[in-house]
């Protein structure tokens, strides 16, 4: 089992970057797939990005494409979401999720460790 925290999150104006973190606890941490996900008011979670246990492989949902970059550094127990060029859709809270699987998963009920959550929020 890992435990995850989020941190990063703040305010931002439309165009800004924030970068979020997670850090996993536990010796195993290098051995999950991780993903990053959010959920904005009154919607479902959303995928936004995951990346493999090795970090060879990442996936993005279609809204953050070409401005997100997910990242890791399995030294740190800590996987990275670059976040660039901003704007005030992608206002959420941003949760991190780790699983054991055989293939990166997109869907949040694939996912079985989460964190607590981040929130984003970007003005206009």
């Known amino acids: 089992q890992v435990q995850l925290v989020e941190s990063g999150g703040g305010l931002v104006q439309a165009g800004g970057s924030l970068r979020l973190s997670c850090v996993g606890s536990g010796r195993t941490f290098s051995m999950y797939h991780m993903g990053w996900f959010r959920q904005a008011p009154g919607k479902k979670r959303e995928f936004v990005s995951a990346?493999?246990?090795?970090?060879?492989?990442?996936l993005y949902g279609d809204s953050v494409k070409g401005r997100f970059t997910i990242s890791r550094d399995n030294a740190k127990n800590t996987v990275y979401l670059q976040m660039n060029s901003l704007t005030p859709e992608d206002t959420a809270v941003y949760y991190c999720g780790g699983v054991l699987s055989s293939r990166v998963p997109t869907t949040e009920r694939e996912y079985k460790f989460w964190g607590q959550g981040t929130q984003v929020t970007v003005s206009s």
């Open positions: 990346i493999s246990s090795s970090g060879r492989t990442t």
